[in-house]
Structures are given as C-alpha cells and as structure tokens.
C-alpha cells in the first residue's frame, strides 16, 4: 500500500512559479512510477507528467513539457512538480499518482489508467 500526500499548493499570478510536492510512503520509492495530475472544474482529469523513480525517465504532456518539469529528492522519498511561466488554465487540483514498479507500464505515464494509488489533491489557482 502506498501513501501518497501533496503538499504546495496555492495561489499565483500569470507568469509566476510554483512547486508541488509529493510525499511517499510504504513501498520502496526507488522502484514506484509515479505521475502528476490536474483536474480543472468540469473537465476530465489529464495527466501531465509521469517518471520511474529508479531510472528517473520521464515524460510530459505536450500542453506542459516546456514550462513544467518534474524532480526528486529520494532521500526523502518525495516528488516535485516545478511549474513555470504559469497561466491561468493552469488552475486546477493538483495530483499525485503511484504504482508499483513491477506493475508500471512505461507507455502509460500520462493515463489514469496507469496508476493505482492516489494523493488527496492540493489545489493550485493562477490569477491574471
């Protein structure tokens, strides 16, 4: 069972920056993928961003690969999204994603579908 808790949400104006994180706990960080979600109200929630910890391969949306980028610090088990040059269809909740190494499909990074456990949400509002 993995927990996962975010953390760093809030609000921004257009242009600025923002970093979220997320906390893992209960399975060995090294071998989790783990993703970074958003949900805007009244639209489907897309993925945007995945890695392998072990590795540290990832990927990213297209609507995000030149703005946002995603980090780690695996001393503390924990994951970052920096956001720059933020705008105001950036606002939205904010989540993070896991799933076991062994059962992690590469391909699937950026799909709800990919991913078993889920954080609780931190929202995140970018005003103009």
């Known amino acids: 069972q993995v927990t996962l808790v975010e953390s760093g949400g809030g609000s921004v104006q257009a242009g600025g920056s923002l970093r979220l994180s997320c906390a893992a706990s209960?399975?060995?960080?090294?071998?989790?993928?783990m993703g970074w979600f958003r949900q805007a109200p009244g639209k489907e929630r897309e993925g945007i961003g995945g890695?392998?910890?072990?590795?540290?391969?990832?990927e990213y949306a297209d609507s995000v690969k030149a703005r946002f980028s995603i980090s780690q610090d695996s001393a503390k088990n924990t994951l970052h999204l920096e956001m720059n040059s933020m705008r105001p269809e950036d606002t939205s909740a904010y989540y993070c994603?896991?799933?076991?190494?062994?059962?992690?499909?590469?391909?699937?990074?950026?799909?709800?579908?990919?991913?078993?456990?889920w954080g609780q949400g931190t929202q995140v509002t970018v005003s103009s």
């Open positions: 994603a896991a799933i076991e190494g062994n059962n992690c499909d590469l391909n699937r990074l950026l799909e709800i579908s990919g991913y078993t456990y």
């Open positions: 209960g399975y060995t960080y090294s071998r989790l993928c």
């Open positions: 890695i392998y910890t072990g590795s540290g391969y990832t």
